[in-house]
C-alpha cells in the first residue's frame, strides 16, 4: 500500500469522525433548542392567581369572593370552576357543589372575581359563633395560543365567627388537605367539572 493510498484511508477516517461529531453537535443543539423552547412556553402559560386575600362579607347570607389574577403571559379562556363548600367537621354532605363558567378571555395581569353566595339557611350568620367551612375551588382553562388546558386545585378554610367577628378565609395546611381528599373519597364527590 502506497503512501497515497494510506493518505487517503486516514483522511476517508478522519472526514467520517469530523462529520459524526458534527452531526451529534447538531443533534444536540436541536435537543437542547426544543427543551428551551419548551420550557419558554410553558413560562408563558396563563397562571391564575390570588393576590389579594378572599373577602368576606355578611349581607342576608354570606359572600365570599376570591379575585383571581392571570399572572401569566398568555391569555386564560374559557375558565370553567366548580366550588365545594362543606363544613370542618367532614360529615355531612357539601352545602354547595356548582359549577360556575366564564366565556371572556383572562388576559394577563386581569382580574376575574368568583363570588360564591350562601343563604341563611346553609350558615346561620345570625349566631355569634358559627363553626369554621373548608371551601375547595377547582379550577379549569385553556390557552388560546398554545391550545392546552390547565387545572388547578385551590383548598382554603374559611374560619367561621368566633364570638360575633368574622374571621378571615385561610389556606388549609397539609394534613387539613389530605383529610378534605378523604372526605371527597367517603362521599363520592368529584372536584372535575
Known amino acids: 500500500m502506497s503512501f497515497g493510498d494510506k493518505f487517503t484511508k486516514w483522511s476517508s477516517i478522519v472526514a467520517t469522525v469530523g462529520t459524526s461529531i458534527l452531526a451529534l453537535t447538531a443533534t444536540i443543539t436541536v435537543a437542547v ?3 428551551a423552547w419548551k420550557i419558554d412556553r410553558e413560562s408563558s402559560r396563563p397562571y391564575l392567581s390570588l393576590r389579594e386575600p378572599p373577602k368576606v362579607e355578611l ?7 376570591f379575585k383571581f389574577t392571570n399572572v401569566g403571559i398568555h391569555p386564560a379562556e374559557n375558565l370553567a370552576s366548580r366550588t365545594i363548600v362543606f ?3 367532614l ?8 359549577p360556575n363558567y366564564l366565556v371572556n378571555e383572562i388576559p394577563q395581569d386581569m382580574s376575574s372575581s368568583l363570588v ?20 375547595v375551588l377547582h379550577l379549569e382553562y385553556a390557552d388560546p395560543i398554545i391550545y392546552q388546558q390547565y387545572e388547578q386545585t385551590l383548598y382554603f378554610r374559611w374560619s367561621g365567627i368566633d364570638g360575633g367577628e368574622v374571621q378571615p378565609v385561610v389556606h388549609v ?3 387539613e388537605k389530605e383529610n378534605i381528599i378523604n372526605y371527597f373519597k367517603a362521599q363520592s364527590i368529584e372536584t372535575n367539572l
Open 116 to 135: 360564591i353566595a350562601l343563604d341563611s339557611y346553609e350558615v346561620d350568620i345570625s349566631e355569634p359563633y358559627v363553626s369554621p367551612y373548608y371551601i
Open 87 to 89: 363544613e370542618e367537621k
Open 33 to 35: 433548542t426544543l427543551n
Open 173 to 175: 395546611e397539609v394534613g
Open 59 to 65: 349581607k342576608s347570607g354570606l359572600k365570599l369572593e
Open 91 to 98: 360529615q355531612d354532605k357539601p352545602i354547595q357543589n356548582e
